[in-house]
């Protein structure tokens, strides 16, 4: 059989298959006794029903946001994450152009949309003091970022009372509704 009838005939299956009953793993036809609506008789049913509706509409990803979690899977004391390179002859506009590149080349592309508009917008107004922190919080992971920009979690004392970090969070919310992409580079 040639592809082109192979491929006619899957989709000649599929328009035959129309419904997806969540919580079976059976494909079924309108015609079928399976795809009518399950009769609730008990509330033993009726607790089945309401359990299997609340899980096909439940989050299938949830973000695990305790703090039994965040401790069961917290890094292992005996390995501290590395410090960072100091650079203490770092001139202002090598600082500045580091930090255009760390912010648009993350590693995940959630951080680097926000942090790449981000410095797009910010960096060229920010002094050398301001430089200086929004360095030491690109040295933080970027899931934590992240979160703490999007105020999924709460930033650690260390960044509590953090101007960039506030900048950040503004700048995350996106008010204005704008539609973002990666900036090009220069």
Same mark, same amino acid.
């Given at each position: 059989m040639d592809s082109g009838?192979? +491929?006619?005939?899957?989709?000649? +299956?599929?328009?035959?298959?129309?419904?997806? =009953?969540?919580? +079976?793993?059976?494909?079924?036809?309108? &015609? %079928?006794?399976?795809?009518?609506?399950p009769s609730v008789d008990s509330p033993r049913q009726q607790l089945r029903l309401l359990s299997r509706t609340a899980s096909i509409r439940a989050d299938p990803w949830p973000l695990p946001h305790t703090p039994e979690h965040l401790a069961s899977t917290a890094s292992a004391s005996e390995n501290p994450p590395l410090p960072p390179l100091p650079r203490p002859n770092e001139t202002v506009s090598t600082l500045r152009a580091r930090l255009v590149y760390q912010s648009r080349k993350r590693g995940t592309l959630?951080?680097?949309?926000?942090?790449?508009?981000?410095?797009?917008?910010?960096? &060229?107004?920010?002094?050398?003091?301001?430089?200086?922190?929004?360095? $030491?919080?690109l040295d933080e992971a970027d899931w934590d970022i992240y979160y703490w920009a999007t105020e999924e979690r709460t930033p650690p004392e260390r960044w509590a009372g953090s101007s960039i970090l506030e900048k950040l969070k503004i700048h995350a919310r996106n008010e204005g $509704? #704008? #539609?973002? =992409?990666?900036? %090009?580079?220069?």
């Open positions: 009838g192979l +491929t006619s005939g899957i989709f000649r +299956t599929l328009r035959n298959l129309t419904a997806f =009953r969540p919580g +079976t793993l059976l494909w079924c036809s309108p &015609a %079928s006794p399976r795809c009518s609506p959630e951080s680097d949309l926000i942090l790449s508009t981000f410095a797009r917008e910010h960096l &060229a107004g920010m002094s050398e003091a301001e430089l200086r922190e929004y360095d $030491k919080l $509704k #704008v #539609v973002r =992409r990666m900036p %090009s580079l220069p």
